[in-house]
């Protein structure tokens, strides 16, 4: 962006037009009453939410930047991985065993995943395309090819009661905080997987654990935590039937991140409106 003038915030720093952020401190929106553009380096705006905004500034959030295929295939990968046991594989193969298992039905493990936004919609057509049943749970009515589509709470127990692979790609809000617990969990098919990409707490920890240990679940894959990094003493750590990963499913591209941002930035000052404004009464 030839023209303007890019600096690093510091306390006390001048007033400027637009920030790009990731969880800045009130302080930093206290000290800019005047910004036009506030641009989270990031697709969840929770971070942001939690803050008091000034009225005027726009709130922007990255709109794929090349996360959505990443996510794609991260999904697809844990999927794939507890279906085709090849966690079991792995650890058979370490023994030097050489042995083979049953092969299951693809017909029972239906995949639901929550939320159907930039991400989620992405997702589900890729699991799709593996033959897996599909299903689909957002706020607001959508359709998407493959996909059996429910919406708002009138349907989430449907969706719960004919999902196995229960896949949270829904943004971190006051509704969804939590909604990984024992009354929902419990709602899932016998064996069922949990795959958490989204925010740690959506997920209630001791009801995902009290689930494992007592069979009806069979394993989570869990990439976003309470507490990030994940605390050394957290039981996560060690839990047989818990995979994790460091908050790593769909990393911010620097390179598309910085197109994206500058490319709104130009639009909005030449009056253009802009995709990924966040609805801040919505929260997401
Ligand atoms: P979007 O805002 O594009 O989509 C959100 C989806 O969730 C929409 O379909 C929305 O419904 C649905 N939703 C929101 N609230 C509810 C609710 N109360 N009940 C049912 N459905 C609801 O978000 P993205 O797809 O871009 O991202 C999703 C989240 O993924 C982010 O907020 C972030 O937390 C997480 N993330 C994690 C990353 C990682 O590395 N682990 C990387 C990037 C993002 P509707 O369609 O009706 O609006
Ligand atoms: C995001 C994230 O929200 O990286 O983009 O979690």
């Known amino acids: 962006m030839p023209g303007a003038v890019v600096e690093a915030w510091r306390p006390g720093a001048p007033q400027a037009d637009h920030a790009v952020v990731w969880a800045p401190p009130q302080q930093f929106i206290d000290e800019q009453p005047a910004l036009k553009g506030i641009f989270n380096i990031g697709a969840g705006v929770d971070g942001l939410m939690k803050l008091k905004l000034p009225r ?5 959030r990255i709109d794929d930047g090349g996360m959505a ?3 794609a295939e991260f999904v697809c990968h844990a999927v794939i991985r507890h279906f085709r046991e090849l966690d079991v594989y792995e650890a058979e193969i370490g023994q030097g065993q050489w042995s083979h298992r049953k092969p299951q039905r693809r017909s029972e493990f239906p995949v639901g995943v929550m ?3 930039v991400l989620g919609e992405r997702v589900a057509r890729a699991v799709a395309q593996f033959e897996f049943p599909v299903r689909g ?4 009515p959508r359709q998407v090819p493959g996909v059996q589509c429910f919406a708002g709470p009138a349907q989430f127990d449907e969706f719960l009661a004919g999902t196995r692979v229960l896949v949270c790609l829904l943004p971190l809000t006051a509704e969804t905080r939590d909604i990984m617990n024992a009354r929902n969990l419990s709602r899932l098919l016998p064996g069922g997987y949990v795959i958490n990409v989204a ?6 920890d001791d009801d995902l654990i009290a689930l494992l240990d007592s069979g009806h679940l069979a394993g989570a894959a869990l990439d976003v935590f309470r507490t990030e990094p994940l605390p050394a003493e957290h039981p996560f750590w060690r839990h047989p039937k818990i995979t994790i990963t460091p908050h790593t499913s769909a990393r911010t591209l620097r390179d598309e991140t910085i197109a994206q941002i500058a490319g709104k930035i130009q639009a909005l000052e030449r009056g253009e409106p802009i995709a990924g404004v966040v609805d801040v009464e919505r929260g997401y």
């Open 56 to 60: 005027q500034a726009l709130v922007v």
């Open 69 to 71: 295929v990443q996510m």
């Open 115 to 117: 939320g159907l936004g």
């Open 137 to 140: 749970w957002s706020r607001s």
């Open 199 to 204: 925010r740690g707490a959506q997920l209630v």
